[in-house]
């Protein structure tokens, strides 16, 4: 993680001062950080005497974590994002960390709409032990989320999870399908899956999911090298990061800690 970002700013900061923010701007910009957050990072730099401390606290201030708070019973999670980002997986590690704190779950498999989805979360919830509501293929995504929540309050459970399929934000037809589940399915919290390898596509997901999400799992934070998604996303979404996903075991699931970022980029 941030192995670019970690090595260029170690190399910007050896630099004569008066050199130092052009430097650090290419820099950001080539970590994938939005413009805006760029902007931000080195306006507080430019005027300050401590740069490394700036730039650690400026980070700081960017970066917003979330938590659960699990009042309702159940309380339902709705997972989205784009095509292949990791909702199924993440959702997965979800489960694995919530069984962890001894919840009661179900989970629902409301991606009716690629084929395999369905057998490919059965797998996770088989490894896990935890009931799996589904339909057949090509069935209305927001009647299983609806029949997960039935099962949950039922059996009194303490957790639903629900699993979508991928969509671009351009699918007038997928959308409205997701605001159906959302709106069948009520759920406390909606997070938003996107992919930190992907950088600014990432944040302009965010922003384009705007109107359903309420927060992130940035996933494939192992295989991401710029952390340019990781900066940005919170700040210009204004929306906090709930977790990282570092890989794909169960327990590859980091509850988001900036002051952890921050020792990764050794500042
Ligand atoms: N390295 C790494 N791989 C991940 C992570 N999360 C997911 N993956 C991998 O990414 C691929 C896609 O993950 P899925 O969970 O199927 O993604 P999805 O968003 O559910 O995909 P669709 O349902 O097809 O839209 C799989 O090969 C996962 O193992 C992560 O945090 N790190
Ligand atoms: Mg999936």
Do not use: W
């Not at 994002?81 to 979800?94: D, E, P, R």
């Not at 629902?108 to 979360?121: H, K, N, P, V, Y």
């Not at 997701?178 to 996107?194: F, G, Q, S």
């Amino acid at each position: 993680m941030f192995g670019f970002l970690k090595k260029k700013i170690k190399e910007v900061l050896k630099l004569p001062k008066k050199d130092r923010a052009k430097e650090l701007e290419l820099v950001l910009l080539e970590a994938g950080i939005s413009f805006d957050v760029v902007d931000e990072l080195i306006n507080n730099i430019k005027e300050s005497d401590d740069q490394k401390k700036s730039l650690r606290q400026s980070i700081l201030d960017l970066l917003v974590p979330g938590k659960f708070e699990i009042k309702t019973k159940p309380y339902v999670i709705l997972f989205i994002g784009i095509n292949g980002v990791g909702k199924t997986t993440n959702l997965a590690k979800v489960a694995h960390l919530l069984k962890k704190q001894r919840k009661k779950i179900v989970v629902a498999g409301s991606d009716t709409f690629r084929a395999a989805a369905i057998e490919q979360l059965g797998e996770h919830c088989k490894k896990l032990k935890i009931p799996l509501i589904k339909q057949p293929y090509g069935a209305d995504p927001a009647a299983v989320a609806y029949d997960a929540i039935s099962h949950a309050k039922a059996k009194k459970l303490d957790i639903v999870l629900i699993d979508t399929s991928g969509r671009l934000h351009v699918d007038a037809g997928l959308m409205k399908e997701l605001e159906k589940i959302k709106k069948v399915a009520n759920p406390d919290l909606t997070l938003l899956v996107v992919d930190a390898t992907t950088g600014n596509d990432a944040v302009e997901q965010a922003l384009a999911f705007d109107y359903l999400a309420d927060g992130f799992i940035v996933s494939k934070a192992d295989v991401d090298e710029r952390g340019g998604a990781i900066i940005s996303i919170s700040f210009i979404a204004e929306k906090p990061i709930y977790f990282l996903g570092t890989g794909q075991k169960y327990q590859d699931l980091e509850e988001f800690s900036p002051e952890k970022i921050i020792k990764e980029l050794d500042l």
